[in-house]
T-cell receptor
């Protein structure tokens, strides 16, 4: 079974600064997807960024980018120019066809953004 | 992104009664729907995967007779918590995926409180 590990229960960043959230995963598959989701206090799951394993290029979405290291099975999220609205729980998730495309989530990282 | 509507957002029910949660895909055909449960300050745990017209596949430890899942159409899946008990109190969230699409979209979630 695949496991997703987020080793940082909590992180803090000052407004306008950059923060990196770490995620590692374990799989024997070669074809899969990785995701970062944001869950604000409303508890709505919001997709931040998606990475296909077959793509070598790191995904980027505005202030959000990932560092995908396939051999190391590492998938970190970098948030640049942090904003107060970025404060939330962030979940790293793994998905592949063998699990019926269900998401396997890490335990999450709570991000606090200070003014 | 595509829209998934989950209803109700909050429900309080008496111990021993049943409660039904609906998950609708509003602008796409959801060939697969997923049901997750999230306890306070924890991650999302997959309960079951349902494919339209088929019986749901439950994760280990999830009682299928207690958590009845129906996916009778391409736009609607329901989760019925039967004979609810206080320990069933949790946040339940669905997601829906269109065949061939890399990602699923989440509903708003349902906070169930059993008293």
């Amino acid at each position: 079974a695949q496991t997703v590990t987020q080793s940082q229960p909590e992180m803090s960043v000052q407004e306008a600064e950059t923060v990196t959230l770490s995620c590692t995963y374990d799989t024997s598959e070669s074809d899969y997807y990785l995701f970062w989701y944001k869950q604000p206090p409303s508890r709505q799951m919001i997709l931040v960024i998606r990475q296909e394993a077959y793509k070598q290029q790191n995904a980027t979405e505005n202030r959000f980018s990932v560092n995908f290291q396939k051999a190391a099975k590492s998938f970190s999220l970098k948030i640049s120019d942090s904003q107060l609205g970025d404060a939330a729980m962030y979940f790293c998730a793994y998905q592949n066809s063998n699990s019926g495309y269900a998401l396997n989530f890490g335990k999450g990282t709570s991000l606090l953004v200070t003014p | 992104g595509a829209v998934v509507s989950q209803h109700p957002s909050r429900v309080i029910c008496k111990s021993g009664t049943s409660v039904k949660i609906e998950c609708r895909s509003l602008d796409f055909q959801a060939t697969t729907m997923f049901w997750y449960r999230q306890f306070p300050k924890q991650s999302l745990m997959l309960m079951a995967t349902s494919n339209e017209g088929s019986k749901a596949t439950y994760e280990q430890g999830v009682e299928k007779d207690k958590f009845l899942i129906n996916h009778a159409s391409l736009t609607l899946s329901t989760l019925t918590v039967t004979s609810a008990h206080p320990e069933d109190s949790s946040f339940y969230i669905c997601s829906a995926r269109e065949q061939g699409a890399p990602e699923a979209f989440f509903g708003q979630g349902t906070r169930l409180t059993v008293v």
